[in-house]
């Protein structure tokens, strides 16, 4: 499993790799909830505006004309279409059919003032091509076959390389076999996992946690300041283990800290389930629950700061997908 850097420049797609070591996941659907304490709306039925219930999409805040709006992307069943909302509730179609194929389980990010769809899963192979747009409508390929192996289940995250950013792809599962380049990296070879770039007060860095290499779910957390060298903030967070849960900067009033929501999982690895816990924590290491989220367990959901709130929406309860979306406070 691998961390590739790319780089957009001056209009030319440069590659360059170097490190290594992991992997990822993620998930969906429709109802405004308040998230803690709150109603559940009415659940996984197709009710007004929005998308159909999903898991496996990625979520963004992106502008939208001169407006940020919540998008959602791709998703379920290979979905290959786009939504977006300003307010969270009412949802619009972007495109039914965006120029990439359908897929789910891709990475997606905000990067170079436009979005970006990376590889993903098209319900018959991996992915590992590279689309961007700047209207969520119009999508550009940027590279129809990355140099990092078709993959699905991994991250794609903003971070500094150097003096700039740089999209960095983490970890995923290509099909072939678990590789953990030894090269500086640190944390073993995964998917599932959740990468974010957080402060903990000496700096920003790119952190991964948890996650899951098939045979057993991590509940370590790392991080790192370069995608290099990596370190083990602890080898066993307060939240049981878990893949295909979220990790999202949030500051909900006190501080920045890093915000572990549900996932697949648990205490007992010989009977995992699907978790409805909520956790946050300013440091990486120090991890407190937070109580009272209203919604059911799912994992394959995202989490997005937006308009003030942190936005869950979608996901997979073990038996179904998802289609509400919730947000707190
Ligand atoms: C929701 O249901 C309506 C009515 O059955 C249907 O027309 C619409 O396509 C559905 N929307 C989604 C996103 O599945
Ligand atoms: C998988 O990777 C391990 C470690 O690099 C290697 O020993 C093994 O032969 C590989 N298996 C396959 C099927 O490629
Ligand atoms: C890796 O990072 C740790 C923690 O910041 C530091 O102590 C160590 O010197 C670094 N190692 C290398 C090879 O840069
Ligand atoms: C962990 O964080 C909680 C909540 O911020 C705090 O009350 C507690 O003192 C911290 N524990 C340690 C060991 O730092």
Request: proline residues 1%; contains cysteine; negative net charge.
């Amino acid at each position: 499993m691998c961390v590739h850097r790319f780089f957009y420049r001056e209009g030319r797609t440069v590659y360059l790799f170097r490190l290594y070591a992991l992997a990822v996941l993620s998930f969906f659907a429709l109802a405004c909830n308040e998230f803690f304490g709150g109603r559940d709306s009415g659940g996984n039925d197709n009710t007004s505006s929005g998308f159909s219930a999903r898991d496996g999409h990625t979520a963004a805040v992106f502008k939208d004309g001169t407006r940020d709006a919540l998008w959602v992307i791709g998703g379920g069943l290979e979905n290959g279409d786009v939504w977006k909302s300003t307010d969270g509730i009412t949802w619009t179609q972007a495109t039914s059919a965006a120029g990439f194929s359908g897929r789910a389980h891709h990475a997606g990010a905000v990067f170079d003032g436009a979005l970006w769809v990376i590889g993903g899963y098209d319900g018959y192979n991996r992915l590992n091509d590279v689309w961007k747009s700047t209207d969520g409508i119009t999508w550009t390929q940027v590279n129809a076959g990355s140099r990092f192996s078709a993959r699905y289940r991994h991250t794609a995250t903003v971070f500094k390389d150097g003096t700039r950013d740089a999209l960095w792809v983490i970890g995923g599962w290509d099909g072939s076999n678990w590789t953990e380049v030894t090269d500086n990296a640190g944390f073993a070879a995964r998917d599932g996992h959740t990468a974010a770039v957080f402060d903990d007060g000496s700096g920003n860095a790119l952190w991964v946690i948890g996650g899951d290499d098939f045979s057993s779910a991590f509940n370590d957390v790392w991080k790192s300041t370069d995608g290099k060298n990596w370190t083990e903030v602890t080898d066993n967070a307060g939240f049981s283990k878990r893949y295909a849960h979220t990790a999202t900067v949030f500051n909900d009033g006190t501080r920045d800290a890093l915000w572990v929501i549900g996932g697949y999982g648990g205490s007992d690895s010989l009977n995992p389930k699907s978790l409805s816990d909520v956790w946050k924590s300013a440091d990486g290491k120090n991890w407190t629950e937070v109580t009272g989220a209203g919604f059911t367990a799912r994992y394959y959901h995202t989490a997005t700061v937006f308009d003030g709130a942190l936005w869950v929406a979608g996901g997979w309860d073990s038996s179904k997908y998802l289609n509400e979306v919730w947000k707190y406070p």
